[in-house]
């Protein structure tokens, strides 16, 4: 198994450009998520999702949207990029068993620089 | 608002000391308290974790302590080494979707 894996791992942008971050996952897992990681804060949700179509807001929702058509895949879209969102971004998932607390697996981040 | 607490920022210690890194919680509904640890350049990793429900969990030279009461927890790395250098995350889960809250992290590094 690749685990979970996220395109690409460095970018940089400029002010107003859109992109989107890529997720994936192959181990059939139902909850996935999107991290931001800022020096001194921790790890903050953006959005997360708890089945194929259906999603969710979390902390720092703000400026970012998210699909999710296929159990594999979770991209996180940026509508327009500002210096603010200059962050390192990961990508989670986690199984879904009922009474259980399973662990979450990161992806190895994406880089993103916004100038 | 910070939910989950956690201290030192960062913290050096000597080859073969006892690094602990605290957290404090206000959230009551949280039922799961795991530990990430995260090198350079990579994603962060599941430690180890604890349910509320008990008090000390080990697994091999790291330990968790909880105090339901004081609603405050902490990991203790016996015997640290330098390869333990690492960024270290305290997190609390609530909710049937495991919705996780980080702490800010704190930055360790043993020295040989």
């Known amino acids: 198994n690749a685990g979970v894996t996220q395109t690409p791992k460095f970018q940089v942008l400029k002010t107003g450009q859109s992109m989107t971050l890529q997720c994936a996952q192959d181990m059939n897992h139902e909850y996935m998520s999107w991290y931001r990681q800022d020096p001194g804060m921790g790890l903050r949700l953006i959005h997360y999702?708890?089945?194929?179509?259906?999603?969710d807001q979390g902390e720092v929702p703000n400026g970012y949207n998210v699909s999710r058509s296929t159990t594999e895949d979770f991209p996180l879209r940026l509508l327009s990029a500002a210096p603010s969102q200059t962050s390192v971004y990961f990508c989670?998932?986690?199984?879904?068993?009922?009474?259980?607390?399973?662990?979450?697996?990161f992806g190895p981040g994406t880089r993103l620089t916004v100038l | 608002q910070q939910q989950v607490k956690q201290s030192p920022q960062s913290l050096i210690v000597q080859k073969g000391g006892i690094p602990i890194i605290n957290c404090a919680y206000e959230n009551t509904a949280f039922d799961y308290f795991p530990w990430y640890q995260q090198f350079p350049g990579k994603g962060p990793a599941l430690l180890i974790a604890?349910?509320?429900?008990?008090s000390e969990k080990k697994e091999g030279r790291f330990t968790i302590s909880f105090n339901k009461s004081a609603k405050q927890f902490s990991l203790h790395i016996m015997d640290s080494q330098p390869g333990d250098s690492a960024t270290y995350f305290c997190a609390a889960i609530t909710g049937g979707y495991q919705k996780v809250t980080f702490g800010t992290g704190t930055k360790l590094q043993v020295i040989p």
């Open positions: 604890i349910r509320p429900d008990v």
């Open positions: 999702s708890v089945g194929a179509g259906i999603t």
């Open positions: 989670a998932s986690s199984a879904r068993v009922s009474g259980v607390r399973n662990t979450q697996y």
